[in-house]
Structures are given as C-alpha cells and as structure tokens.
C-alpha cells in the first residue's frame, strides 16, 4: 500500500494563526477492508472556513480534532475500491482531507460524488463547479433572489464565490458590482469576470468612505448583497442598502483572530426593512444538482473562466492556507498533490 | 364650527427631546367640503415610532413637517360626513394626530376603517386590535413562524405589541418569554399577561450578565425573537439564538438619540444560520383583516386583556410620549382627549 503524507492541527492558534499550528506526518496507508474506497488525491481545496474550525469555540461546525487530519475538500481518482459505488478510474469530489490518499469508509461513500472531467480542469470542481460556485448560486437565488434591473454586491468578489457571483448575477440581468482589495484584483473582477464595477476597499479608512465610493459605484443603492468579509465592508455596504433589500450572509472572516467585529448601524435592517439571512451550502443540498448544472456549463462555454492560485505539494498548503486569510490568493486557492 | 386644540412640532430635538419641541395651538374648524369627514377623537395614541419622526433624517417614512399637527393614530367619532362612506355616530380609526378634531380629506377616506366599538372600550383599537397588536402578529406569524413547543422572546415585553405577542405565542403552543424593566413590570407579564417567565434587564449591567438570565428562562435557548429594543438587550438575546432561528426587527427605541447602537457579534447570524428581517407593519395591508380577527376575538373573550395607561387630556399629550421613551408607561400608552 502507498505511503501516505498527511498533514494534521497540532496545536490550536492564539490570534493569528501560524504555521507552527499545522505539522506533516507520514503514515502506511492500510489495506482495504470491504465496502471501503481508495483515492489519490490531485487538487486539495483551501477555504476560509477552515480558520474557524481550527479554534475549540462554537459554530456550526464541531472543531477540527488536534492530531487529526485537518479538513478540506479534495478531488482525485480512486485507485482501488472495494465498494460497488466506485471503480478504479473513477474521479471524484469530496472531503478528503489535507493528505496524498484518503480511506473512503462504506458509511462515507455517500458523501463523494463522481464526476465527469470531460469539460474542463477537475480543479474546478472545487470552486466554480463546488463548494463554492454552489455557495453563490445559494445566496444568489435563494436568499437575494434578485430582479433583472437590480443591483447587487459581493465582498471578496475575487475569489472563488465572488467570481460565481458575478456570472450567475450578469445571467439574471443584474447589475453587479464587487469590492475586493487592491486595483490589480478590481481590474480582474471588471475584466476578466465581467462586473460591472469594483471598488478597491484598501483604498478606504473608514466605513463612511468606503460607502461613497459604493454609492458611485451603485447608483441606484444595493437590492442584494452577498456577505463574505464582515467588518468595514458590512457598515458601507449597510449604508446603501435599499428598502426590501437582501443580504446573504456566508463569511465574518475579520472576525476569525478572536476579535467579534460589530455591525455598527443595525437601525438600518429596520429603516430598510432588510432580510438578512446566514446560511451553510451543506444544509442545502437539494438545490446542489440544479446550481452544478448551470455552473458546470458555464464554466464549459467559458461564461464564467475563473483563475486559480496553485500552491505545489501538500507541504505548501500551510503557507498558502494563511496566505488565503490574508487575501494574498487570486481566484481559488488550490494545492496540487500530484 | 368647533374650536379645534392642535399639538405640532414647533422645533427638532437636539439629543434627548423635551416637552419644549412641542406646542398647542388653536384654531377653528373649518366647514366641510363635498367628500370631507370630520371626526370628533376619543383618544390618541402614543408610539415609541414617532420619536423617530421628530428627526429630520432618512427612514422608512418622511419626517414630520415643523409647524404641523404631530402624527398619530386615533379612533373617535364621526360628528359630521359629506362622503357617503361614512355616516354620523360612526366609530373610525385611523392617523387623526395630535388633536381634538380631524377634517378627513376625501382622498384619505380610505385610510379610515370603521369599528364595532360594542365588545370592548374603544381604546383598544390603538392597541391589541390596532397596529401595536397586527404588529406583533405580523411578526411572530410571518416572521418568527414559530412551531408549537418552541420557545419565543419579545423585548418590551410589557407593552403593546410585547402583551399581544405573549398571547398569540401561547395560542401557538409556544414558551413565551418577556424581556421587560423592573420587577413590577415583569410580574404583570408573568401573571397578568400569561408569559412563562420575564427577564428583567434592569437587573443586569451588561450584555453577558443579561445573557446568563436568558438561558436560564430558554433553557432550550431561542428559536425566534422580536426586538422592540436594540443595544444591549439584542446582544444578550443573539446570545442564545438556536440554529435556524429568526428575528423580527420593529424597533430599535435605544438608538433614538443620535447614538446608533451597534451589534456586538454580527457572526452569530451566521453560526445559527439566522434569519434577521425589519418591517414596518403598515407596508402588508394583506395581513390586516386576519390579523385584527384575532386579536378582537382574543379581547372580546379576556385571553388577551392588556393594561392601558392613559394620560388625560391634549395638553398632558407630550409629557407622556417622553415617558413612554424612558418606559414610564405601563401597557399601551394613550391620550384620552374627550
């Protein structure tokens, strides 16, 4: 059997996290007993939800286990398999963890879903056609359900959500801006992603200005946002927020290093007669087949060719990981294994 | 034609408002045009909405003009008609204002509803059969939608909206719990108005102390939430909101004087997958007639039989809004005028 390498939380950060908190082991992976799936794993997904489960606090996720393999979506193709639901060759999407091969077990199985990667890189399906790419879709339709005409903003709108974002919305005949940081990331998302408009937040000290440059940047206010920062960035987008708007709330990043970021006007729900609804893509998983579908062929026609930030090797993904909180990553945040 | 008495916004609070913001005035009546009404009002109501309107800021409706009769719903008698919708003897309620006679303009007959005034006192068509109570109904129904055996909280618990909530929430198979200021307070909730129990916020310095003395009153923690407060009571509350909780936002009194109170943990919309919406409940004239159905049913029979306390006279008219801001009243606050 391979030898695998695998990386686990080995200790729990204080504040900022570090890579002194991740550590690489070797082990022999084991024989297959019935019912149970081999994979080599070939991309490994990292995503900010990853910081939250790495401290002991309550969400609505159990922590990652100290000593544990750490969590994340990977896709790869199986190599062997005692189980009838997958065949050697098989390539398939799922949580394997931060590791070269995963032990599917028989009562897992139905967590991995196979996949046809006939029409584009298997790395997107760990964003635009994943997690991710669903996560907008989610937001989008479900929770801002927008009219063609209306406007709608995304926080982080470079990266894998965002840039979902913005195709699902330009297909609903919305107007869609982002807020992202920095100008060579605003010029990806008008450019390449096709929004109407960006607003650079590194550009802003305070929430007041910020929410100028959105009230240009919008002027017809916001009917729809989707949340993925918290902090700043949700007091401006607060501030231009229409009547009977909507907002998705799916990220408080700013808020991981154990500072709880307030949300300075909460008047505003009330004087706008806001919703504002949080929500996990993983509780939802009727709507996965119908958003994999339009997303898969957008990103098959080309609609929606999001870039990718590929960190080489298993033993990158620490650095690229904290990277990520730091926004130092283009587009989805990947690890290549193989 | 009788003398009229008119109270009208002479100037705009700076900070807190005082009576000095306020002036009576006198003036005739005139005769009636074709299609006018004038009506002869009983009482007046009081509401924590118009300190809102006193400022000359944006919010869901257009400040109240200087120099003008104060906004304000009313219910009184008709004492002349020339519109054939209504006649003489007529019970109306509607937005009459501060004052003793209202001239209904023939557009704004429509904006009138006729009562039957025979089952109960007429006052409580300002309250648990007006809009305090289709406010709290809206709420708790189309918002919170609350199952049978969840448990359910309301902030000024022992006022208008928060009695009707209790007793819509009990008929519901609800637990019912009342957040309210005092001892004296609380034990009306309790065991005038059929809570299951009531939590002084007096009694508590902050936010987490606050929150412990929920938990133990929820001690299946909240599943849905009506803030008629803001500041610190909604940050104790969002302390102890269940997964897949909901919030209803009607008020935000605390905030008032030119401080906005913030949010402390906006996070937690998120780790519950809450659901937060702000209305206004003359926007769903849809929900009125059902609505008002129960609530005078459950008034005419005594499930619901909420305190009033009733200042007497025109002139006693501001000095008891400012103390239904600072929670002087006891119940439904009104003005009797005749």
Chains 1, 2 share one sequence.
Not at 182 to 205: I, P, R, S
Not at 216 to 222: D, K, L, S
Request: with cysteine.
């Amino acid at each position: 059997m391979p030898n695998n390498q695998i990386i686990v939380l080995d200790n729990r950060p204080q504040g900022e996290p570090s890579t002194s908190n991740f550590k690489l082991i070797s082990a022999d992976t084991p024989a297959l007993q019935e019912g149970q799936v081999l994979v080599r794993n070939h991309y490994l997904s990292l995503d900010p939800y990853m910081r939250g489960r790495m401290n002991d606090s309550k969400s609505y996720a159990a922590p990652q286990a100290l000593g544990q393999v750490m969590v994340g979506g990977t896709v790869g193709e199986v190599i062997e398999s005692r189980n009838p639901k997958f065949q050697v060759a098989d390539i398939v999407v799922g949580r394997g963890g931060w590791q070269h091969f995963t032990v599917i077990e028989p009562q897992s199985v139905g967590e991995y879903r196979k996949v046809d990667p006939s029409r584009f890189s298997m790395s997107h399906f760990l964003g635009a056609v994943g997690m991710p790419g669903v996560t907008a879709w989610y937001g989008l339709v479900k929770i801002i359900a927008p009219k063609a005409g209306e406007t709608v903003t995304v926080s982080a709108a470079s990266g894998a959500v965002g840039s979902a974002y913005g195709a699902l919305a330009k297909a609903r005949g919305c107007r869609v801006v982002g807020i992202a940081g920095g100008q060579e990331k605003c010029d990806y998302v008008v450019n390449e992603l096709g929004f109407d408009d960006c607003v650079d937040y590194k550009q802003h000290a305070d929430a007041v200005s910020l929410s100028k440059a959105l009230k240009v940047a919008c002027p017809q206010g916001i009917d729809g946002h989707f949340e993925n920062v918290g902090g700043m960035v949700l007091d401006a987008v607060m501030m231009r927020m229409n009547a009977f708007s909507r907002m998705a709330v799916c990220g408080m990043i700013a808020g991981y290093n154990g500072n709880p970021l307030p949300m300075s006007n909460p008047s505003a729900i009330l004087i706008n007669r806001m919703k504002i609804e949080g929500f996990i893509v993983g509780e939802h998983p009727e709507v996965w087949p119908e958003a994999l579908q339009e997303l898969g062929d957008m990103v098959a026609s080309g609609t929606l060719s999001p870039r990718e930030t590929v960190a080489q090797g298993l033993a990158a993904a620490p650095e690229a990981f904290l990277g990520l909180l730091k926004g130092k990553n283009f587009g989805k945040q990947l690890v290549k294994l193989i």
